[in-house]
T-cell receptor, first 112, second 111 residues
Framework: QKEVEQNSGPLSVPEGAIASLNCTYS??????FFWYRQYSGKSPELIMF????GDKEDGRFTAQLNKASQYVSLLIRDSQPSDSATYLCAVKGGGTASKLTFGTGTRLQVTL | SQTIHQWPATLVQPVGSPLSLECTVE??????LYWYRQAAGRGLQLLFY??????ISSEVPQNLSASRPQDRQFILSSKKLLLSDSGFYLC??????????FGQGTRLTVV
C-alpha cells in the first residue's frame, strides 16, 4: 500500500465549476497535511496546509481533513483555466525526524 | 525571509560521469532538508532527508548519495550516473510541522 494515494486523473471540470481532489494516507500518526500545485516543468508551490480535523478555507480553496478516515481533500471553487495543473498531496508525521511524503498527484484540467 | 537556492537549473551529463547538485537555505537555522526526484510525468520520489549536520536518511537504495556538511547546505552526489538517473531534482526545506519550500529544481538529462 502506498503511503499517500491520489487518483492520477486527468480530472476535467468546466470553467466556473467546483473541482474536488482527494487523497488518502496510510500512517495514522500523520500530523500535517499539505496541498501543492505544480505547473509543468516548475517546482511545487504550496496552496494550503491543514493540521486539524474539519475544513479550512482560503479564498477559492478549501482543504478538508478527516483523520479517522485518513482522508484529506481539496476543493477549488469557481475553477479557472489557470488552475489547470497537477495537485500534489503531502503528509508529514510528528516529531523532528518525520519525513514529508508526497502522493503522485492529480492532474486537473479546467476547460472553457 | 527564507530563501532556498538550488543549482544548476539544467544539466546534461554523459553516462558514467559524476554528479554534484547543491542546495543552500538562507534565513533559517536547523532546517529539515530533502532531496526529491521527479521522473517525467510522475510524482515526487523522496531520495534523502536530513534533520541535522551529518544526519542523512536514505529512502531509496541507488547509486546516489547525499551529504550535509553545513547546517544549511545539502548536496546530492553520484560517482557514476546511469540513464535512469535522468529527472527533475528538487531540494526542499521545512521546519518541524510546517510546510515545505522548494528550490527551482535541476533538470538532469543523462545521455
Amino acid at each position: 500500500q502506498k503511503e499517500v494515494e491520489q487518483n492520477s486523473g486527468p480530472l476535467s471540470v468546466p470553467e466556473g465549476a467546483i473541482a474536488s481532489l482527494n487523497c488518502t494516507y496510510s500512517d495514522r500518526g500523520s500530523q500535517s497535511f499539505f496541498w501543492y500545485r505544480q505547473y509543468s516543468g516548475k517546482s511545487p508551490e504550496l496552496i494550503m496546509f491543514i493540521y486539524s480535523n474539519g475544513d479550512k478555507e482560503d479564498g477559492r480553496f478549501t482543504a478538508q481533513l478527516n483523520k479517522a478516515s485518513q482522508y484529506v481533500s481539496l476543493l477549488i471553487r469557481d475553477s479557472q483555466p489557470s488552475d489547470s495543473a497537477t495537485y500534489l498531496c503531502a503528509v508529514k508525521g510528528g516529531g523532528t525526524a518525520s519525513k514529508l511524503t508526497f502522493g503522485t498527484g492529480t492532474r486537473l484540467q479546467v476547460t472553457l | 525571509s527564507q530563501t532556498i537556492h538550488q543549482w544548476p537549473a539544467t544539466l546534461v551529463q554523459p553516462v558514467g560521469s559524476p554528479l554534484s547538485l547543491e542546495c543552500t537555505v538562507e534565513g533559517t537555522s536547523n532546517p529539515n532538508l530533502y532531496w526529491y526526484r521527479q521522473a517525467a510525468g510522475r510524482g515526487l520520489q523522496l531520495l534523502f532527508y536530513s534533520v541535522g549536520i551529518g544526519q542523512i536518511s536514505s529512502e531509496v537504495p541507488q547509486n546516489l548519495s547525499a551529504s550535509r556538511p553545513q547546517d544549511r547546505q545539502f548536496i546530492l552526489s553520484s560517482k557514476k550516473l546511469l540513464l535512469s538517473d535522468s529527472g527533475f531534482y528538487l531540494c526542499a526545506w521545512t521546519r518541524t510541522g510546517t510546510e515545505a519550500f522548494f528550490g527551482q529544481g535541476t533538470r538532469l538529462t543523462v545521455v
